[in-house]
């Protein structure tokens, strides 16, 4: 895995400072058992993402239901106007 932070206003040491800092307490944090709760915290996440993604997916298939629908009723109003 990759992340990567672009400010470019901060100094590519400054940078290279605070990941340093930020790896070092990750490992001192993941040292003193840490480690559960960060897998805990991980499956929650995901859980909510996934969870997150089956309510988009469901919306975007009620908006595309309700589509057919007008596309329907629009046909059946054609059909009695002819």
Not at 12 to 18: E, F, K, P, W, Y
Request: hydrophobic share 45%; charged share 35%.
């Amino acid at each position: 895995m990759f992340s990567c932070i672009v400010a470019e206003e901060v100094s590519q040491d400054a940078l290279a400072a605070a990941e340093k800092l930020g790896t070092g307490l990750a490992e001192e944090m993941k040292s003193a058992g840490a480690g559960a709760i960060l897998e805990a915290a991980k499956k929650q996440t995901a859980a909510e993402i996934m969870k997150q993604k089956e309510e988009k997916e469901a919306k975007k298939a009620k908006v595309e239901a309700a589509k057919n629908d007008e596309v329907k009723v629009s046909d059946v109003n054609s059909e009695k106007a002819s």
